[in-house]
């Protein structure tokens, strides 16, 4: 769910990339560069599993999950302008891959979050799996998932609260937060709670005043 909710930038990216190849190479450069941005972000995942174990930094990733979180709730201006597309093969999969790695820190932070309340034999075959289920819907289903937000907005705020939830059970679980914290499954929903109640305040409060401004 997180990495289909924040995978629709990196859809259009694909899409724009891939615009001006000949209609039979569309094909394969899609499929060519979104493996190659899967495979750099399971490795980035796999360092981030690695360095959320790090005493806060895990309060870092919860800090950045609330704003990530946030701005999914608040309307943005398109700005993928500054993609160009190639009528070459391989040089529009490089750039597939360049900018879906530029465009991946929220994926990765949001996903390897998640991950971390699994155990940790399963963190990383769960986010491969997590990935590979993505792929599909983020390659042929792009389209689909955006006009079912569009009809639905529901669909981001609950995704923009799921968010902040594990913000909450990320910091709670901080290595630098275990000696004066009490390590209990009702703390661990309470700070959830928190984080997507704040995620949502603050989100609609934003959006509210921008909404007053344009």
Not at 200 to 214: E, L
Request: proline share 4%; with cysteine; hydrophobic share 55%.
């Amino acid at each position: 769910m997180i990495d289909i909710l924040l995978g629709g930038d990196n859809a259009v990216v694909i899409a724009l990339a891939c615009r001006q190849l000949p209609p039979h190479q569309r094909t394969k450069g899609i499929l060519w560069g979104t493996a190659g941005a899967i495979v750099l972000r399971v490795i980035l995942i796999a360092f981030a599993l690695t360095l959320l174990q790090v005493p806060f930094l895990k309060l870092v990733g919860a800090a950045l999950l609330l704003w990530i979180g946030v701005k999914l709730l608040v309307p943005q201006e398109e700005g993928h302008s500054n993609i160009q597309g190639s009528d070459k093969l391989w040089a529009a999969v490089k750039t597939v891959i360049v900018a879906d790695l530029v465009m991946s820190v929220d994926n990765v932070i949001a996903i390897a979050g998640a991950a971390t309340s699994a155990g940790s034999a399963h963190q990383l075959p769960l986010v491969i799996f997590g990935l590979l289920v993505s792929i599909p819907i983020i390659v042929w289903g792009s389209q689909l998932v955006l006009k079912l937000m569009d009809r639905f907005p529901a669909i981001i705020t609950i995704g923009g609260m799921l968010l902040g939830w594990i913000a909450g059970t990320m910091a709670h679980s901080d290595p630098a937060t275990k000696d004066w914290l009490p390590q209990t499954q009702l703390w661990s929903y309470g700070f959830g709670i928190l984080g997507a109640v704040t995620v949502f305040v603050v989100g609609m409060v934003i959006k509210n005043r921008t909404s007053k401004a344009a």
